[in-house]
């Protein structure tokens, strides 16, 4: 019984699903999304895993806290790759976070970087 061999998928409340569209498809790059009976779509990830953008226009924007990271191979390339595609990375100057100019931050072994969505919604990028 629990839920430690269950998958999770994160699930991100946006304001426009034209717009969160765009953003997710266009500038992160998922693709192969499926319509959802909840008006959203969830998008197919790695290893099995997806992430669940649907619309609530009262709760997008309002989490102050990162919602949902990709793991990747290489935090650095991936930076520049979506920086490319018009993605900005956050600046974080607090505690153990302080990025450098591209907004990577060092923690340890951990590399990490964190963008918003169109919404304001917190995502990250991280190599581990």
Known sequence: MGL??????????VS???RAREFYEGKLGL???????DGGIRYPCGGGTSIH???????????????AGFEVDDVERTVDELAANGVSFEQYDAGP?????KGIAQIGDVKSAWLKDPDGNILSVIEE
Do not use: C, F, H, W
């Open 53 to 67: 953008v649907y619309p609530s226009p009262d709760n997008a924007g309002k989490s102050t806290a990162t919602l």
């Open 4 to 13: 430690s061999n269950s998958q999770v998928v994160p699930a991100i409340a």
């Open 97 to 101: 976070i302080r990025t450098d100019e």
């Open 16 to 18: 426009d699903m034209g």
């Open 31 to 37: 693709a192969n999304g499926a319509e959802r009976p």
